[in-house]
């Protein structure tokens, strides 16, 4: 017999898990809505001609590939199968994988529907995606990403927006979180500071591992990816920077820097009177290794809890050049919900409230008095109540128990003086009133139940 299973990187989720996690996504999406944006939904499919080359040589890796239909073997040259050439056998057998984010298909829409939408365009998109990563806590092969993207617009207005948007969701599912902002022109300017402009990519994808490996991994494989030892330590000096203030002299002599340090500025601006709930915090050293920002960047790291970023995102100039249609920039940011999820059961702070889904269980005695809870269920249903009725008739423990097990707050009587007056008997669960009942008629019920 097969032992059953499921893939690795990949989760089932119970009806308590699927509460929490949709008090998760209802909350971003409350959020996303408040700000102007509307819902996309993108197949879980992209051709690989999509998703290749737009997130770095790292990102490349970790896409998965989906074989071609019928004989996949069928195209595939024998000598490089032989030879065991990789590339070219993945090309002959493989030409669409399963999505790594969300931007790139919502890229991918934009040019394809760009003559039907009105610029600037708002969307948001709460769907899964995948990627071939070594699973392990807060990290999943299967998981879903929550993004909020505006494309067809240069102004620094949305960066702000997207901050607030950052800090309204965390604020109302009261997880305490820092948000992180940098500025892909500023990376490009220590560079550009560091003289190895032409490097600038290795630069940032070692710098991006940062809070991984710590400086003495990041200057390790600064070295390995043939950055010179003088290169490094102006690197080291500017990511030692605490302030726009501090690297403004830094990166004085880098127009791009210099212009990062701007965009910044002006973001700031934007909201310097605008409270909020969470820390906002300039972070030199956050690099996004994804190769298509091209502005601020953000990141945002949970406090208090073990665990990477649960939110990231940034401006990219030009991501629908790819596809043909030159010009059009956009910003945007993504929650990770799983993380999210794996942060707020962390921390306990899922409220207590997910735990229950039925209002009241109706329990009878007999054959005629379950046929009278069956019709008091359906009228209550009718009044916007969740209501179960109990299948087996008689033996009350039972059906209290089973309301225990299911944190069924009330569960009503329905006996043969119940049946004759119209009425049901409620009786609390909660361990503190669980002497208190009350024999009402049905449409005193809800009122009873909701208080």
Do not use: H
């Amino acid at each position: 017999m097969q032992k059953p299973g499921i893939p690795r990187g990949t989760r089932d989720f119970g009806p308590e898990e699927v509460r929490k996690r949709t008090f998760i996504f209802d909350t971003i999406k409350s959020v996303f809505i408040q700000f102007g944006f509307q819902p996309l939904e993108t197949p879980a499919m992209e051709n690989l001609s999509t998703l290749t080359g737009k997130y770095g040589e790292e990102g490349d890796k970790l896409l998965f590939k989906i074989l071609n239909n019928g004989d996949f073997l069928e195209k595939v040259d024998a000598e490089d199968l032989n030879a065991k050439n990789s590339a070219k056998v993945q090309s002959a057998i493989a030409d669409r994988g399963l999505k790594y984010d969300l931007t790139v298909p919502f890229a991918r829409y934009v040019v394809m529907n760009r003559g039907q939408l009105t610029f600037p365009f708002k969307r948001y998109q709460i769907q899964p995606v995948w990627r071939a990563d070594n699973p392990q806590r807060g990290r999943y092969r299967e998981f879903f990403q929550c993004d909020a993207d505006v494309i067809g617009s240069d102004s620094l207005l949305f960066e702000a927006e997207l901050v607030q948007i950052y800090d309204e969701a965390f604020a109302r599912m009261n997880v305490p979180v820092t948000i992180k902002i940098n500025n892909r022109k500023v990376l490009f300017g220590m560079a550009e500071a560091a003289g190895i402009p032409d490097q600038f990519m290795d630069m940032t994808v070692a710098i991006d591992k940062l809070d991984k490996i710590g400086i003495e991994g990041v200057r390790k494989e600064l070295t390995e990816r043939g950055i010179s030892d003088d290169a490094i330590t102006k690197i080291e000096k500017t990511l030692a920077a605490k302030s726009i203030a501090d690297l403004r002299p830094l990166l004085a002599n880098s127009p791009t820097g210099t212009l990062g340090l701007d965009e910044l500025d002006t973001v700031y601006r934007f909201l310097a009177n605008t409270p909020l709930a969470n820390e906002l915090q300039f972070e030199v050293t956050l690099a996004r290794g994804l190769s298509y920002y091209t502005g601020c960047i953000f990141e945002v790291a949970a406090k208090g809890a073990i665990m990477g970023s649960i939110g990231g995102g940034g401006r990219y100039a030009d991501l629908t050049g790819v596809f043909g249609v030159p010009g059009l920039s956009g910003v945007g940011v993504s929650f990770g919900a799983d993380r999210i999820y794996d942060v707020m059961a962390q921390l306990d702070l899922f409220p207590t409230s997910l735990l229950t889904s039925v209002d009241l269980l109706i329990a009878s005695f007999d054959a005629a008095t379950q046929q009278y809870a069956f019709e008091c269920a359906t009228k209550l249903r009718k009044q916007g109540l969740s209501v179960e009725v109990y299948p087996e008739a008689g033996k009350l423990k039972k059906q209290f128990e089973y309301a225990s097990k299911r944190n069924i707050p009330f569960v009503a009587l329905a006996g043969e003086t119940e049946m004759q007056d119209g009425t049901l008997t409620i009786k609390v669960q909660s361990e503190v009133e669980q002497k208190v009942q009350e024999t009402m008629a049905l449409d005193l019920v809800k009122a009873f139940v909701k208080a």
